[in-house]
């Protein structure tokens, strides 16, 4: 920002203080010798010095050349500027800090610049402002969204399960995707889904999503009644979103499993042969759409040895393939895994070297997760 500002306005140097504690602390700055700005970190906010004087008073202060500003300030550190402006920065009516312009020639301030330069000031206070409130939010709606999602996976015998969520690179880096693994009397739920919409109320509702589909499956309901259940609580909410989520129940002595689908993408099975494919889920409409409906169940079995992945879109979307390229790449990806990987021990590995290429990615638009659960 610094460095768009200063050419505009003829300008050599400049620097922005804001106040913290009674003290002035610099946050950005351009032109300046190095080290001549050290001996001004942390300066009380009562000291007596333009940049401090400005904030106190929040009326801004031109020296048009070196002798006017030494006759103000005698003593004052200098450098080769010949001009200084310095003006408060006031947002929301109150002073939050203060920008120091400096100017190599002696500069005769006109009526109009003395306006233009105060203007500047405003725009650059309420920049700053906007800045911290998002700062303020975004550190809410991460950390919110780490409270929802599970802290550590249940310990299951004959099973090994693994989870990864990585966020969005814009926007609130938020969103409403999540997991889940339940122990209930009929089996282990494994539960991925995703809510609609990058912002603290997709994340909020993606909780009481998670806290609705732990609730009715502890209760022993089978697979198509929780989601039948979850998707009544959705439209009960009245939140105006949509929700995709995939569920399946495996029993772990057995390997029989019961897998239901609410718009999400089908997950993908790895044999201990290496065969990779996509399991074929009966699938019902989005979570939040119709009232009265019936999710279809479609039943398989899970060797021992093989792997369970679950995702959300986030890991397979690429603008430039379809969907279902991106969902064979996955499939690829986990058929031709490290061995030593497969391993369950070791199972947090493999779902690193998955999310591997969403990693790389340095404008991914939307939230990865990815649950594995290998039957051991």
């Known amino acids: 920002m610094i460095d768009q500002i200063l050419p505009g306005f003829g300008g050599q140097e400049m620097a922005l203080y804001l106040a913290r504690g009674g003290r002035m602390h610099l946050i950005a700055e351009s032109g300046y010798p190095d080290g001549f700005l050290d001996?001004?970190?942390?300066?009380?906010?009562?000291?007596?010095?333009?940049?401090?004087?400005?904030?106190?008073?929040?009326?801004?202060?031109?020296f048009e050349n070196e002798r006017e500003l030494t006759a103000a300030y005698p003593g004052i550190p200098k450098d080769q500027m010949r001009a200084w402006a310095f003006l408060p920065l006031i947002a929301s009516g109150h002073p939050v800090g203060s920008c120091i312009l400096g100017f190599d020639q002696p500069r005769a301030f006109t009526t109009e610049d003395r306006s233009v330069l105060t203007a500047l000031g405003g725009l650059i206070a309420q920049a700053l402002e906007r800045a911290r409130l998002y700062d303020a939010e975004f550190a809410l709606a991460r950390g919110l969204q780490q409270a929802l999602l599970p802290h550590r996976l249940p310990a299951v015998p004959g099973l090994a399960n693994a989870a990864r969520y990585l966020p969005g690179t814009r926007g609130m880096e938020i969103g409403g995707?999540?997991?889940?693994?339940?122990p209930g009397t009929r089996g282990l739920y494994l539960v991925i889904g995703d809510v609609e919409g990058h912002n603290v109320g997709a994340a909020a509702t993606m909780g009481q999503l998670r806290s609705a589909v732990r609730a009715f499956a502890t209760g022993g309901s089978p697979p198509e009644v929780v989601l039948a259940r979850t998707n009544q609580l959705l439209l009960d909410l009245?939140?105006?979103l949509l929700a995709s989520c995939c569920l399946l129940q495996l029993d772990p002595v057995s390997g029989h499993a019961r897998g239901v689908r609410a718009g999400h993408l089908p997950p993908l099975i790895r044999y201990p042969d290496?065969?990779?494919?996509?399991?074929?889920?009966?699938?019902?409409?989005?979570?939040?759409?119709?009232?009265?409906?019936?999710?279809?169940?479609?039943?398989?079995?899970?060797?021992?040895?093989?792997?369970?992945?679950?995702?959300?879109?986030?890991?397979?979307?690429?603008?430039?393939?379809p969907i279902?390229?991106?969902?064979?790449?996955?499939?690829s990806a986990l058929a031709h895994a490290d061995p030593?990987?497969?391993?369950?021990?070791?199972?947090t590995d493999l779902a690193d070297f998955l999310l591997g290429?969403?990693?790389?990615?340095?404008?991914?638009?939307?939230?990865v997760a990815l649950l594995l659960t290998r039957r051991t």
């Open 357 to 367: 290429h969403a990693r790389r990615s340095t404008q991914r638009a939307d939230d």
């Open 274 to 321: 290496g065969r990779t494919e996509t399991l074929d889920l009966d699938g019902g409409p989005l979570l939040g759409i119709i009232r009265d409906v019936d999710y279809p169940v479609t039943e398989f079995t899970v060797p021992s040895g093989a792997i369970i992945a679950l995702y959300t879109d986030g890991l397979v979307e690429d603008p430039d393939i």
């Open 238 to 240: 009245d939140a105006g």
């Open 177 to 182: 995707d999540w997991y889940d693994a339940i």
């Open 39 to 62: 001996p001004f970190e942390g300066t009380p906010v009562r000291a007596r010095l333009p940049g401090t004087e400005v904030f106190a008073t929040g009326a801004p202060a031109f």
């Open 340 to 347: 030593d990987t497969l391993d369950p021990a070791r199972l």
């Open 324 to 331: 279902e390229q991106g969902i064979d790449r996955l499939r």
